[in-house]
């Protein structure tokens, strides 16, 4: 099944807000902008629980833009670690509207954000793996 044929969000739902008409272009929709912000910090949300600690988006990949948001919808965003490598982890990222008055519940775009977990002074540093272990550095090559 395509992603944007499922009829169910994936992941846990880490954002809910109502789209609001100072989010608007000059179409009446919500700003694709607006609604990828909300994406970003849902992924942060879930980046900070899983690596105990600040993280910084660096990449978006495969972000697509299935339906438009409106005025009045509920954005609800869901989020699921993909995959965790030595300071960095993809998340997959989906939001899903509650359409104004019918309350019916549309995906309205899905994307995989990578963030690097970060130290006080903003330097990648290692995610935990479960148990609390931490991957070793890997060998420098000369």
């Not at 690097?116 to 991957?135: K, N």
Request: charged share 25%.
């Amino acid at each position: 099944m395509d992603s944007t044929e499922q009829d169910k969000p994936q992941g846990e739902l880490t954002i809910k807000i109502i789209a609001m008409p100072a989010d608007t272009n000059a179409n009446g929709d919500i700003f694709g902008g607006w609604v990828l912000s909300q994406m970003d910090a849902a992924g942060g949300i879930c980046g900070v629980d899983r690596a105990g600690g600040r993280v910084v988006t660096i990449k978006v990949d495969t972000m697509h833009f299935i339906r438009p948001v409106k005025v009045g919808d509920v954005l609800n965003v869901y989020t699921v670690v993909d995959s965790i490598g030595r300071t960095s982890m993809k998340i997959h990222i989906e939001a899903w509207v509650n359409r104004f008055i019918t309350n019916r519940l549309e995906k309205v775009t899905d994307a995989i954000f990578t963030f690097v977990a970060i130290d006080e002074q903003g330097r990648p540093r290692p995610i935990p793996r479960a148990g609390g272990e931490i991957l070793p550095e890997p060998p420098i090559s000369v």
